[in-house]
Structures are given as C-alpha cells and as structure tokens.
Nanobody, 115 residues
C-alpha cells in the first residue's frame, strides 16, 4: 500500500529555516498532486502548499515568499523549504499525495517556532 514518510521537523527560532521532506513508497501507478497540510492546536487545519505532477504549485497566502515546494518525480519525493519561520507556523505538518484519485497522508512531523 502507499506509504508516506516525513522527516525534517523540529524546533527553530523565529526567522530560522527548516526543510521538510516526504518520500512515497508502494506506488503502483502515477503519483498525482503532492502537498503539505498543517494542523495547529486550536486552529482549523489548512493546506500549506501543493504541487502537481507537472510542477504547478499552490501556496496559502501566509507562506508565499517564505516557503518553497519542490518534487522529484523519479524518486517520488516532495520537499518543503521553509524560511523566515514565524511562531504562527508552529503546527504538525502532514504530507499528502494523490494516487488514482485517492489521497494518502503521512504520520505528521512537528514544527515548533519559538525563542
């Protein structure tokens, strides 16, 4: 079955950077859109960024200019480079991937931005 394994979360000071990575395995057909959602305590979850198989990207307004999403189709990986991090970016970040119309989720990785 499809599995998504995330890495790269952690604790960083405001203004710092982190890079999240996600590797998909068990893919038996074309891997579609990949992306990252985040869930902060007491807040509604939101789509942070996503990238189609052809490379078209979407970013939520609050991260535009700070986060960059990329993917390697040969390796079935997606990475989220997060710069100029703010305390409000603190959340559990989940990798998602679409495969033949079904959406799969990773286990989540914690990102904490605090001094």
């Amino acid at each position: 079955q499809v599995q998504l394994v995330e890495s790269g979360g952690g604790l960083v000071q405001p203004g710092g950077s982190l890079r999240l990575s996600c590797a998909a395995s068990g893919i038996s057909s074309s891997l579609g859109t990949m992306g990252w959602y985040r869930q902060a305590p007491g807040k509604q979850g939101e789509l942070v960024a996503q990238i189609s198989s052809s490379g078209t990207t979407y970013y939520v307004g609050s991260v535009k200019g700070r986060f960059t999403l990329s993917r390697d189709n040969a390796k079935n990986t997606v990475s989220l480079q997060m710069n100029s991090l703010k305390p409000e970016d603190t959340a559990v970040y989940y990798c998602t991937a679409s495969v033949t119309g079904a959406t799969f989720w990773g286990q989540g990785t914690q990102v904490t931005v605090s001094s």
